[in-house]
């Protein structure tokens, strides 16, 4: 048996914050149709054997998505740009309100307890900003303060959990809500290739929403302790959702060796994470990483030295929904949270990974 080294007693001496930020609850929501791997490939009339094998390995049993019109002939259209700009509003502000309501419901708040929103999206682009959108959509205050984290991709979630953190922290007792609304249906192109092909494999529709709160020690959650970010810029490229001139229209690319990239810089910033804290890996109870793929989940695990059981709710939520990119471990968080098996005292790390190539960590306490 390992001895850790003793941790300080309240890590939030050691992590410079004034003010405890915790967790007050969680909401999730996703669009209103699933398809299993197998009923894609269908419909999309796929007929290539090696993209077949992409979807039908993914460990992805199903997914939430708004698919594209069917042809008269059938197969399904792929839509231009417009159509899909169109598509994210209406799906991202439609799941971003009903994950907000259930957040709040769980949070045990209002509407009108809500002081400051920040939402994020990678999906499309929208001016005015969803939190506008979802403000007027809900008829929450107009004096709610509000910022958008836009274009970051899957990691973007913890980028604006450190925002909002620190808007908790300056304004104690006030309730800062994270939503992150991806509508990655208006973020497919079908045109047969193999770049496109990974990408349609795994990505799905889905919404979370995660309440802090400062200074009020009767929040249950956990308090929010410390963050570090990590940019691989040698990997700039490697994950990227750009113009495509042949389709006419935005479009992701994921570099086949990326998992493994992400996997191999994983310690570098658990180790940061962890600087100072006097805590060690083997002290984290519960680990909260980005649903992102099999592989890459897979390469997370192996650099870490995780268990399967450190990761079941992540590879339970790619299994049931697939990457919903900047949400994804806050659909986790809710099954750790609905699952009950956290205690006072327990440390945990959130983990996600993105474009840039980023990975970006945050230190938990229950």
């Not at 994020?120 to 303060?145: K, M, N, Q, W, Y």
């Not at 949400?327 to 983990?351: H, I, K, N």
């Amino acid at each position: 048996m390992t001895i850790a080294a003793e941790p300080a007693e309240d890590l939030s001496v050691l992590t410079g914050l004034t003010e405890i930020t915790r967790v007050a609850g969680v909401g999730t929501a996703v669009s209103a149709t699933s398809y299993s791997q197998t009923e894609l490939l269908e419909i999309l009339d796929v007929e290539d054997p090696r993209i077949r094998s992409v979807f039908l390995n993914s460990a992805i049993d199903r997914r939430f998505l708004t698919l594209p019109p069917e042809r008269p002939g059938g197969g399904r259209v792929s839509e231009p740009q417009g159509d899909l700009l169109d598509k994210h509003k209406e799906i991202a502000v439609d799941m971003g309100c009903r994950a907000l309501e259930a957040c709040l419901k769980s949070a045990g708040a209002t509407l009108s307890d809500l002081r400051h929103l920040c939402c994020v999206t990678s999906t499309g682009f929208l001016t005015p900003g969803l939190s506008a959108l979802v403000i007027r959509e809900l008829g929450i205050d107009p004096h709610c303060s509000r910022a958008d984290i836009v274009g970051m991709g899957c990691n973007a979630g913890l980028n604006a959990l450190n925002v909002v953190a620190g808007w908790s922290a300056a304004h104690p007792g006030e309730l800062g809500i994270v939503l992150c609304s991806e509508a990655c249906s208006a973020a497919y192109a079908l045109d047969g290739t193999m770049r496109t092909a990974v990408v349609n494999s795994l990505f799905g529709d889905g919404s979370a929403a995660l309440a802090v709160v400062s200074g009020d020690g009767r929040v249950p959650g956990p308090r929010i302790l410390k963050f570090a970010s990590y940019i691989i810029t040698d990997a700039v490229e490697a994950m990227r959702y750009d113009w495509d001139r042949d389709q006419d229209r935005f479009s992701f690319f994921l570099d086949p060796q990326i998992p493994y990239v992400v996997g191999a810089h994983a310690e570098i910033v658990v180790d940061r994470l962890l600087s100072g804290t006097g805590l060690r890996r083997s002290d984290i109870g519960h680990w909260l990483v980005h649903s992102g793929g099999k592989k890459v989940i897979d390469s997370v695990v192996v650099n870490l030295g995780l268990s399967r059981h450190d990761v079941r709710h992540t590879t339970g939520v790619l299994r049931d929904y697939g990457n919903l990119s900047s949400g994804s471990f806050l659909f986790s968080y809710e099954r750790l949270a609905e699952e009950g098996v956290t205690r006072p005292g327990d440390y945990g790390v959130l983990m996600t990974m993105g474009p840039g190539s980023t990975i970006e960590m945050a230190l938990i306490q229950w």
